[in-house]
């Protein structure tokens, strides 16, 4: 059978991924696996109709598809979301995909990877296709023969499903969305900035005007050190490459090729409080926004909105897109900013509007006055720990300033060095051998956990 694999990275063939596609090529070689360069020839696609129209020809003439991708900030490239925009702006290149089985193939280093899977099978789901699963490798799986094997098994499954013609069922439902015109009638320059300085990053498009007066509206409602910025201004001339050119000394390979590293420098870097938004595009928000986020790889893994005050106005149907909530939160959370709201145009009026836009500034200006950051969650403290054994280990001679990050802020925190800890786990351990002992602490064992709490509480008042 012949299968059009879609290579998600800019590398082309030099690529983990396509290294795991090779060698699927040389085991099942009764199948045909043609691999289509989509990222490294984002720019040619988008420019040429005739390119985009020989790729869908390809997928039209295909038995299945294989999406096979690196995850950059758990999501694919900005140049692989650039190809699936144009997809759904024809009905043709549609209808290319409908019906046709498909799978995914990423590698990555596991980092919040089930966000970048969500996606693309939400994508199937919403192209009619039959979906017959995703295998996520780390990057170094294909040195591993265990894991190899487990390829293996995966591609076998999914030819043998589309031979079968097994049923696949949709885990994803259409999305629709209906937003009100959101006419502002905020009042002008109300809340006072004070010292503190406020970018408004936007992608607002000529046919956006939600997303324009979202954006303008919580502008002219702050007085002070305002600055708006559309992303389409920005010369910005590539996506993210994946070269790796930045994992020295955060260096990026484009710095003097196009404007984005000295705009994030002056504008972003120095801002205290950032309003992010964007306009939902198939499952996310636009490849102009996955651009401008891809980019931000050449600070490497440091938390680069450290300190910062973030709220993010959506324009779309957030409320049914879960995945992409939960990718806003990781982004927030991973990047070190306090994430303050997410307000979007799903509302009944533009006066309900207005409110939550008010509300947003009011709250932005308060937490970065009081110095309020939100603890961290699961997604950058999970991160930190996978990262951290990544930039000691194997990862150190390649991501030196990420090492030097990690090394001057104490995140390299093992082995532990809690020395009551160890002694206590020492006297207490062989003790729960005993049955009676045993007994006796776990009986008491809600009692100690709260114990120094109860101190403290008691303390207050004295």
Same mark, same amino acid.
């Given at each position: ?54 790729? &869908? @020809?390809? %997928?039209?003439?295909? $038995?299945?598809?294989?999406? /096979?991708?690196?995850?950059? +900030?758990?999501? !694919? ?6 190809? &699936? @925009?144009? %997809?759904?702006?024809? $009905?043709?290149?549609?209808? /290319?995909?409908?019906?046709? +089985?498909?799978? !995914? ?9 089930? %966000? ?347």
């Amino acid at each position: 059978m012949k299968i059009a694999v879609l290579n998600g990275s800019p590398k082309g063939l030099k690529s983990i991924t396509m290294q795991s596609v090779q060698f699927i090529k040389k085991e099942f070689a009764q199948h045909e696996l043609e691999i289509i360069n989509i990222s490294q020839k984002a720019n040619k696609i988008k420019k040429d109709p005739e390119t985009l129209n020989n790729i &869908i @020809e390809k %997928i039209k003439a295909a $038995d299945a598809v294989l999406w /096979a991708t690196p995850v950059y +900030y758990f999501l !694919v490239p900005s140049q692989y979301k650039t190809f &699936i @925009e144009l %997809i759904f702006q024809e $009905d043709k290149n549609i209808n /290319a995909f409908r019906d046709k +089985y498909t799978a !995914v193939l990423t590698t990555s280093v596991h980092l919040l990877d089930h %966000i970048a899977h969500n996606y693309l099978n939400a994508i199937c789901d919403d192209l009619s296709m039959k979906f017959l699963g995703s295998f996520s490798a780390d990057m170094h799986d294909f040195l591993d023969d265990k894991e190899r094997q487990r390829l293996l098994l995966f591609m076998q499954s999914f030819f043998n499903g589309i031979e079968k013609k097994l049923p696949t069922a949709k885990k994803h439902g259409p999305i629709d969305h209906k937003a009100i015109e959101y006419k502002p009638s905020m009042p002008d320059g109300r809340i006072d900035m004070g010292r503190h300085k406020c970018v408004i990053l936007n992608d607002a498009e000529e046919n956006q005007s939600n997303l324009f007066n979202m954006a303008n509206a919580v502008a002219n409602h702050l007085k002070g050190d305002v600055e708006v910025i559309n992303l389409y201004d920005i010369d910005i001339k590539t996506g993210c490459q994946g070269c790796y050119h930045c994992a020295y000394d955060n260096t990026c390979r484009f710095e003097k090729e196009d404007e984005f590293v000295g705009v994030f420098n002056s504008k972003i870097e120095p801002a205290d409080i950032l309003l992010f938004c964007g306009t939902i595009k198939d499952r996310y928000l636009s490849s102009r926004w996955k651009l401008f986020i891809d980019r931000t790889f050449f600070k490497q893994h440091v938390p680069y909105l450290s300190g910062k005050q973030l709220g993010f106005l959506i324009s779309g149907p957030l409320k049914k897109n879960p995945n992409l909530r939960q990718a806003l939160e990781a982004y927030s959370d991973l990047m070190g900013a306090n994430l303050v709201d997410i307000i979007t145009d799903e509302n009944e009026s533009s006066e309900a509007m207005d409110a939550l836009l008010s509300s947003l500034a009011q709250r932005l200006i308060d937490f970065a006055e009081k110095g309020y950051y939100q603890p961290r969650y699961f997604y950058s403290i999970g991160a930190m720990k996978i990262m951290r054994d990544l930039f000691w280990g194997k990862y150190r001679f390649l991501c030196q300033a990420d090492h030097k990050f990690y090394k001057n802020n104490g995140i390299y925190d093992f082995p532990q060095k809690n020395y009551k800890d160890r002694m206590l786990n020492n006297i207490v351990i062989p003790l729960t051998r005993i049955p009676s002992v045993r007994k006796k602490l776990y009986n008491s064992v809600q009692e100690e956990m709260i114990k120094p709490y109860a101190k403290i509480l008691n303390k207050i008042g004295e």
